[in-house]
Nanobody, 118 residues
Framework: QVQLAESGGGLVQAGGSLRLSCVAP????????MGWYRQAPGKQRELVAT???????VYADAVKGRFTLSRDNAKNTVYLQMNSLKPEDTAVYYC????????????WGQGTQVTVSS
């Protein structure tokens, strides 16, 4: 069973920063777009940011200019640096591996809570 290991969530005041990390098995990491999604209470899960194959990073409009996604291929890790956090960023954040091979399913982490207080 493929497991994505997330870390870095927590409680922070508005305007603060957090960095989320997600480690994936090399067998999946090396053939996947890696991204972060979030789900706030009562809302649908939504894309935050994702790597793409040859087209750079894609960000949700709500986080552009504040969040930065990066990928360390040597460590099989993707990071989400979150700056200037707002209360509306409060959600459970999930790491996702989206394999380029269509025959493979997507893989999700267990989620990490991010809470931004006003």
């Amino acid at each position: 069973q493929v497991q994505l290991a997330e870390s870095g969530g927590g409680l922070v005041q508005a305007g603060g920063s957090l960095r989320l990390s997600c480690v994936a098995p090399i067998s999946i990491f090396s053939i996947s777009n890696m991204g972060w999604y979030r789900q706030a209470p009562g809302k649908q899960r939504e894309l935050v940011a994702t790597t793409t194959r040859g087209a750079g990073m894609v960000y949700a409009d709500a986080v552009k200019g504040r969040f930065t996604l990066s990928r360390d291929n040597a460590k099989n890790t993707v990071y989400l640096q979150m700056n200037s956090l707002k209360p509306e960023d409060t959600a459970v954040y999930y790491c996702k591996a989206d394999p380029w091979v269509r025959a493979l399913s997507d893989y999700w982490g267990q989620g990490t809570q991010v809470t931004v207080s006003s």
